[in-house]
């Protein structure tokens, strides 16, 4: 499975949670960086959390503090935990696989080579 695979989205009210997961690849040892996209209506995707192969993560100010990233390194799966949601957090969220390593958090969609569907997240007021 090259393309990774998103779920977990729904809709919830403003402050709640949702907790999205990524299969992000079959090879369960497979450590490239894994991020966290989303993209709302007529707006561009952007970066918001990202692990490296250290485990170390990075998130876009928008989201620091109230979304938190994990990964389970045995089964290579990426969680986004989701917290105290507002609705401009509305917007289809997607996962994608780089081919290296580190510096996983460079904010641009060209450095990700693989992306899932999407799953969509709506926070309704």
């Known amino acids: 499975q090259a393309q990774p695979m998103e779920s977990g989205g729904g809709s919830v009210r403003a402050g709640g949670s949702l907790t999205l997961s990524c299969i992000a690849s079959e090879d369960v040892n497979d450590r490239n960086c894994v991020a966290w996209f989303r993209q709302a209506p007529g707006k561009e995707r952007e970066e918001i959390a990202a692990?490296?192969?250290?485990?170390?993560?990075t998130y876009a100010e928008s989201v620091k503090g109230r979304f938190r990233l994990t990964r389970d390194n045995a089964k290579n799966i990426v969680y986004l935990q989701l917290d105290r949601l507002a609705p401009e957090d509305t917007a289809m969220y997607y996962c994608?696989?780089?081919?290296?390593?580190?510096?996983?958090?460079?904010?641009?969609?060209?450095?990700?080579?693989?992306w899932g569907l999407g799953t969509q997240v709506t926070v309704t007021s």
């Open positions: 994608a696989r780089a081919e290296r390593k580190y510096a996983c958090f460079s904010e641009s969609v060209r450095d990700f080579t693989y």
């Open positions: 692990v490296d192969a250290d485990g170390k993560n």
